[in-house]
């Protein structure tokens, strides 16, 4: 492979910029633009020990000092001779750092083209290459520690239990078959069943785990709904820790959707502060209004707020008919500073109302206020085992091929139960095996590593 370059850490001035460099030969290159204080070419200094030195732009002159470090192949992240620059974060000293290294003969990185080449060498395996930009892209701690655990191989070591189960007992009977002189022994039916059920309990528990990924990679869309004046847009800003919308006493100040993210403990809400839903002549507020209602039906988690110091009108009635269709709702009492002490906002429900799945009351403006809130969202969206960290599956394309693992697995079982002979068996055996590799990238096709990568930055 050829040498490639990037600038690691972004656009974007810093106290630290990075520029990393992989490739066979890249060692000699860096000769050229990196000369160390110690006086030895850069490609004799000792691996993995940070050298400082002078860097130098195309021409030769000097753009910075600093630190640079050599990584020899295998021991790299990508597997390959690689090293990394650690100079001043300036984005001019960095463009100038990466031009030399393209003079010397490197060529600029595509995206995600580092730990794709970590991934062919077999540094990492497809699960763990998703693990690092989901650390990159983490919003909440969960997320980063998931990602960190699936980066350390705790998917992978979920998998390689179900795969060697089903590759014994395909390798077994395919032995048998083509070397029938060999004393080797029959694979018994029962030996395959036993096989067959244990990759199906595990992979539907992996299945299982899905909800729970996809929460911590992507969040919980959520819309805040209710009529005008209720605290949608002060519980907004509350809830995200500035004034993002504005807030008056004015009915109405909200017409459109305003969206932000807020991390609820371990949960990341994808809010949206929603127009007050009431009946209106205003033909801006209207289409407010209609926005609203698709933002709470597109939803996973609605809040409905209403004023807890008043009673329910026919408009609140009619919000929670839209909130109660919701995947999830929560019934949030707002302005419950203003009741006296002791008091609660009891609301009495319209018949026929699926219930909330949680009932709280909450003040936006008093320390603490949110409490109820935040233990609601916790209880409808659990942080779930500290043990599963790096064992959930946290994308649709990890879900696909475990489910179609587990209907080919289904498939096995269902054959042998009927009385087919294994070699029928055990074809669908080979299908599941084949999708779990889509997972781990054993048998990964071009397009969807090219489809993984793409979603990296340059420099990754």
Not at 151 to 158: H, P, S, T
Not at 175 to 199: C, K
Not at 274 to 303: F, N
Request: with cysteine; net charge negative; charged share 25%.
């Amino acid at each position: 492979m050829d040498i490639i370059a990037a600038i690691a850490t972004g656009s974007a001035a810093t106290a630290i910029g990075i520029v990393r460099i992989s490739g066979e030969g890249c060692f000699s290159l860096c000769d050229r633009v990196f000369h160390p204080a110690n006086g030895r070419p850069f490609s004799g200094q000792a691996a993995r020990t940070m050298i400082y030195g002078d860097m130098l732009d195309a021409q030769g002159r000097i753009i910075d000092r600093g630190l640079a470090v050599r990584f020899p192949a295998p021991r790299s992240y990508t597997g390959e001779d690689s090293a990394e620059f650690h100079c001043h974060g300036s984005p001019v000293v960095l463009r100038e750092l990466l031009g030399a290294l393209f003079s010397a003969g490197a060529r600029q990185a595509g995206p995600g083209e580092f730990t794709k080449r970590a991934f062919l060498n077999g540094r990492l395996d497809l699960t763990q290459a998703e693990a690092v930009i989901d650390l990159i892209d983490a919003e909440t701690a969960a997320a980063a520690r998931n990602a960190a655990a699936q980066l350390d191989g705790g998917l992978r070591r979920v998998l390689l239990p179900i795969q060697d189960a089903l590759l014994e007992i395909i390798s077994r009977f395919y032995a048998v078959v083509d070397y029938p002189d060999e004393d080797i022994a029959d694979i018994q039916p029962r030996q395959i069943a036993d096989a067959l059920e244990s990759a199906d309990r595990h992979l539907t528990a992996l299945l299982d785990t899905c909800r729970r990924g996809k929460v911590l990679k992507s969040g919980v869309r959520t819309a805040i709904v209710g009529r005008p004046n209720a605290g949608k847009s002060s519980l907004l800003n509350a809830l995200v820790g500035y004034d993002r919308a504005i807030v008056t006493s004015i009915p109405g100040t909200t017409r459109d959707t305003v969206e932000d993210a807020a991390a609820v403990g371990d949960t990341l809400l994808r809010l949206i502060d929603t127009a007050g839903i009431h009946e209106t002549a205003d033909a801006v507020e209207q289409l407010g209004v209609e926005r609203s209602r698709k933002a709470a039906e597109q939803a996973d988690l609605v809040i409905a707020v209403v004023d807890g110091t008043a009673g329910l009108t026919e408009e609140d009635r009619e919000i929670l008919e839209l909130a109660a269709a919701a995947p999830r709702w929560i019934l949030g009492a707002s302005k419950s500073d203003l009741l006296p002490d002791g008091v609660s906002p009891v609301r009495t429900l319209p018949e026929g109302l699926r219930k909330p799945d949680a009932s709280v009351s909450f003040s936006s403006v008093t320390p603490g206020g949110l409490r109820q809130l935040e233990a609601a969202v916790t209880a409808l969206f659990p942080a779930g085992d500290g043990g599963q960290a790096g064992t959930l599956l946290t994308d649709q394309r990890q879900e696909d091929a475990a489910a179609r693992a587990r209907d080919a697995v289904r498939r096995a079982r269902e054959a042998l139960e009927g009385g087919l002979t294994p070699d029928a068996v055990l074809t669908d055996a080979e299908a599941a095996l084949e999708a779990l590799g889509e997972l781990t990238g054993r048998t990964a096709r071009e397009e969807i590593v090219s489809r993984i990568f793409s979603r990296f930055c340059v420099g990754k």
